[in-house]
C-alpha cells in the first residue's frame, strides 16, 4: 500500500508529477489511508508516506504537517527516526516548511508542538540535521 500511495503521488519522478487539481482530489480522496497507515509503524512505509505527503504540502500545509507529524510518530514503533533516509526526508520537509510556511508555526498552537516533537524525536535519535533545525527555530517565531 506505501508503493501505491508514493506512486499516486508522483513523489517517485518530480518530472511527471500530477497537476495541482488531481493532487488536491488525491490528497482529499487519500487522507483516511493516510490517518490509517500512519499508525503501522513500518519504517518503509513511513518513509513512503513522508515522500507522498512531501508532495501534497502545497495543497494543505496544515493538514499534511499534521499527518507528518502522525507518521513520524507512528514511525517510532518500527525505530524509523534511526534510518538516515528518515532523516534526509524530513530534514527537507522541515526546511521547506520553515521556508515556505513559517507563519503556520507563527500562528498556530498545535503545529508549533508537532514541529517540535518532530524535530524532538529526530534530536533524540542522534540526527544532527534536526538538532540543526531545532537550534535555529528561536529566528522562526522572532
Given at each position: 500500500m506505501?508503493?501505491?500511495?508514493?506512486?499516486?503521488?508522483?513523489?517517485?519522478?518530480?518530472?511527471e508529477r500530477p497537476g495541482e487539481q488531481v493532487l488536491r482530489r488525491f490528497y482529499t480522496e487519500s487522507r483516511e489511508v493516510f490517518e490509517e497507515l500512519a499508525n503501522v509503524g513500518l519504517p518503509d512505509l513511513s518513509h513512503h508516506l513522508l515522500e507522498a505527503l512531501e508532495v501534497l504540502v502545497t495543497i494543505n500545509p496544515?493538514?499534511?504537517?499534521r499527518r507528518?507529524?502522525?507518521v513520524i510518530r507512528g514511525g517510532q514503533k518500527g525505530a524509523y527516526e534511526y534510518d538516515s533516509l528518515a532523516e534526509d526526508v524530513i530534514?527537507?520537509?522541515?526546511?521547506?516548511?520553515?521556508?515556505?510556511h513559517r507563519d503556520l508555526f507563527r500562528r498556530d498552537?498545535?503545529?508549533r508542538q508537532q514541529l517540535i516533537q518532530v524535530l524532538d524525536t529526530f534530536v533524540r535519535a542522534g540526527s544532527e540535521g534536526a538538532w540543526r533545525l531545532?537550534?535555529?527555530l528561536d529566528g522562526v517565531f522572532r
Open positions: 506505501g508503493w501505491s500511495i508514493y506512486f499516486a503521488s508522483g513523489a517517485k519522478d518530480a518530472g496544515r493538514g499534511v504537517f507528518v507529524s502522525r530534514v527537507r520537509i522541515v526546511d521547506r516548511y520553515l521556508a515556505d498552537e498545535e503545529a531545532s537550534f535555529g
